[in-house]
């Protein structure tokens, strides 16, 4: 897996007026992106449109927060995901906040995920348990769970070109603590990537295995954001509080540029 791209999202969450994201967006896309870097900026649907068009022909790539599985029909509210073709390249599903505040089900996850490629995006599946979990040594049981349901209507050569975004629930902040938040350690973010690839290349062989990207997210900060991509396995980050500003965001792009993997002894843990 030597010689890939990082990949760094930063999620902005419902932050930000159409006015404002656009305005920072803006100033990310006047920075260089390092080479070996691709970098990615969710903003909500509202500021969509716009931020793809200012970032259009530029190093910044744009991702969609959310989308629903049907591709059209009486759904009020919602928005598909041919909706976003040709505004968005990636688009996060089954985020711990989707699963937990708005009650979404592996089942409709894998709907989700399954429309994202169908209709042409890359979906970047989230995974992880809470903190309950973790403490019940689940954190294997919950990851496979939600890994094997989320993909099982892909192909392996579907599932080779997607993302899957380890975040431990309890290691993400609100999004104003984050740089004092607990996170998980890149131990965590290893044995997690582990647990992914197995699962794919028991279900849809080592290519696929090793060709999907697998980043880290939950409380991403510039101070340990080398840690974690460095560590054996992971391919970027899916960063929360920290992409709502230039200031701490721009620096972790700067660390996916310079980080050298290396490996990581992960302890056996009580299944």
């Known amino acids: 897996m030597s010689g890939r791209k990082k990949l760094i999202i930063g999620n902005w969450k419902m932050n930000f007026t159409v006015r404002q994201a656009v305005s920072f967006a803006g100033k990310l896309a006047a920075k260089s992106v390092p080479?070996?870097?691709?970098?990615?900026?969710?903003?909500?649907?509202?500021?969509?449109?716009?931020?793809?068009?200012?970032?259009?022909?530029?190093?910044?790539?744009?991702?969609?927060?959310?989308?629903?599985?049907?591709?059209?029909?009486?759904?009020?509210?919602?928005?598909?995901?041919?909706?976003?073709?040709?505004?968005?390249?990636?688009?996060?599903?089954?985020?711990?906040?989707?699963?937990?505040?708005?009650?979404e089900v592996n089942d409709l996850v894998k709907l989700k995920v399954a429309a994202a490629v169908r209709s042409g995006l890359t979906p970047v599946l989230c995974v992880g348990e809470t903190l309950v979990e973790k403490q019940h040594f689940h954190t294997k049981h919950v990851i496979t769970d939600q890994l094997v349901t989320g993909i099982s209507n892909l192909t392996s050569e579907e599932v080779a070109k997607?993302?899957?975004?380890?975040?431990?629930?309890?290691?993400?902040?609100?999004?104003?603590?984050?740089?004092?938040?607990?996170?998980?350690?890149?131990?965590?973010?290893?044995?997690?990537?582990?647990?992914?690839?197995?699962?794919?290349?028991?279900?849809?062989?080592?290519?696929?295995?090793?060709?999907?990207?697998?980043?880290?997210?939950?409380?991403?900060?510039?101070?340990?954001?080398?840690?974690?991509?460095?560590?054996?396995?992971?391919?970027?980050?899916?960063?929360?509080?920290?992409?709502l500003s230039a200031q701490t965001f721009w620096p972790i792009v700067e660390a996916a540029g310079k980080t050298v993997p290396k490996k990581i002894e992960v302890k056996s843990q009580k299944k």
């Open 35 to 103: 080479e070996g870097v691709l970098v990615a900026v969710a903003p909500h649907n509202l500021a969509l449109s716009e931020v793809s068009t200012l970032t259009q022909r530029t190093g910044l790539r744009v991702a969609a927060q959310n989308a629903y599985f049907q591709d059209e029909g009486a759904f009020t509210g919602e928005v598909s995901m041919p909706m976003l073709r040709g505004l968005a390249q990636y688009v996060l599903v089954g985020h711990s906040e989707r699963r937990h505040v708005f009650r």
């Open 162 to 243: 997607i993302v899957i975004a380890y975040e431990p629930v309890w290691a993400i902040s609100n999004g104003k603590n984050f740089s004092k938040h607990k996170s998980a350690t890149p131990e965590d973010a290893v044995l997690a990537a582990q647990i992914i690839r197995h699962n794919i290349s028991e279900f849809y062989g080592e290519e696929a295995a090793q060709k999907v990207k697998v980043l880290y997210g939950g409380s991403v900060t510039p101070d340990n954001a080398a840690a974690f991509l460095q560590a054996e396995g992971i391919d970027g980050l899916l960063v929360g509080g920290a992409s």
